[in-house]
């Protein structure tokens, strides 16, 4: 009768110490995990473009040791956009209606080229919560309506990544900041909050001298080209400076040698040095040789030019004159080749 107590004794011992060893293994994972996480080379989609670029990222490390669930939460891309390019906008836009203490063409690519250091897989979303919040505040009138166009431009950036809509296309990021801005604007103007008749605006060509044209032209010419040529520097692409850094860098290195001028058209300037390094985003897919980003950049300058008088104030209005240029190089560069086929097949 001793033995078979003493049997059971032990049996119970040994299930009791293995439960131990069970419940204390998630934290000795946990500890294990942190222990051995270490840097590594991965890949990650750039989502201007969609193209594989390269990124330095901690592999095993926990996220603070939170339930799986809001681990799960937070590491979804759809949150973590959201959540950027609310804070991004918020940013700007406060920046430029309260004070104005640093320049949105300032802030804008500093947030962009911050986020492309520090996650450059977000580095997309940083720049469109950049351009969201650009809207001055007779468009954009209060937090409540950037929020309100902030938050329809979440959803068509999550409708231009699921459908890779106009991937590579110069200014894409700023047709959806445009398109959101003009849809919040239409709400806003339903409620009664601003006037409709105010909408695309009532400005002339007044002020457009022939220095601001030319000017005009030449930035966004220049700007452009100055973007495609850095990311064809070698050794660029293997530290993944992605489009929208590139761009952001550019911007934001001629606009602080312009702004200290105090030149009078300065804001015209450094407008359609925006408008340029928008173009220099396109992937080479779609613009595949300096001389493509130089007539793209010119056209921008048209582009520009041609709809001063509309849309004044409007958030995404640089971008989108950057895609349709794009889009007017592309069309016609399939025209020309179109019509160059026909002639050969002509001549044979």
């Known amino acids: 009768m001793e033995d078979v107590q003493v049997e059971v004794a032990a049996a119970v011992a040994v299930s009791s110490s293995a439960h131990s060893m069970t419940t204390q293994s998630p934290r000795m994972e ?11 080379l991965a890949e990650y989609t750039e989502r201007h473009n969609h193209e594989e670029l390269h990124i330095l990222k901690i592999a095993g490390a926990p996220l ?3 339930p799986p669930s809001v ?69 954009v009138t209060s937090f409540a309506w950037l929020a309100v166009t902030a938050l329809v431009g979440c959803a068509l950036w999550a409708t231009f990544i699921r459908l890779e809509l106009f991937a590579g296309f110069s200014g894409r990021l700023g047709v959806i900041a445009f398109v959101s801005c003009n849809i919040s604007y239409l709400l806003s103007a339903a409620v009664g909050n601003v006037r409709a008749s105010d909408y695309v605006g009532n400005a002339g060509w ?8 030319i000017l005009t032209v030449a930035a ?19 530290t993944a400076l992605n489009p929208v850094a590139a761009g952001s860098a550019v911007a ?43 007539l793209t950049g010119l056209l921008c300058g048209g582009v520009n030019l041609a709809l001063v008088p509309l849309f004044g104030g409007f958030a995404g209005k640089a971008g989108f004159c950057a895609f349709l240029s794009c889009f007017l190089y592309v069309l016609g560069a399939r025209l020309f080749r179109l019509l160059r086929q026909i002639v050969r097949s002509s001549r044979d």
């Open 252 to 294: 934001l290195v001629l606009t602080l040698c312009i702004l200290p001028t105090e030149y009078r058209d300065a804001a015209s300037v450094v407008a359609s040095i925006g408008e340029g390094s928008f173009v220099g985003m396109a992937s080479y897919a779609r613009l595949p040789s300096l001389g493509a980003f130089f």
């Open 220 to 238: 966004s010419t220049l700007t452009a080209i100055a973007t495609g040529a850095v990311r064809r520097m070698p050794g660029l692409a293997a």
């Open 64 to 66: 603070l040791n939170l």
């Open 206 to 213: 007044d002020y457009v001298t022939l220095e601001v044209g």
């Open 71 to 139: 681990t799960r939460a937070l590491l979804h891309p759809l949150f973590q956009d959201t959540a950027i390019i609310l804070i991004c906008a918020f940013l700007t836009w406060s920046n430029a209606t309260r004070g104005e203490h640093i320049s949105a063409f300032l802030l804008a690519p500093s947030l962009a080229l911050a986020a492309a250091t520090i996650l450059p897989q977000h580095s997309t979303s940083a720049a469109l919560g950049g351009y969201l919040g650009m809207g001055t505040a007779a468009v």
């Open 30 to 40: 946990r500890s294990t995990a942190a222990s051995t996480s270490t840097p590594v």
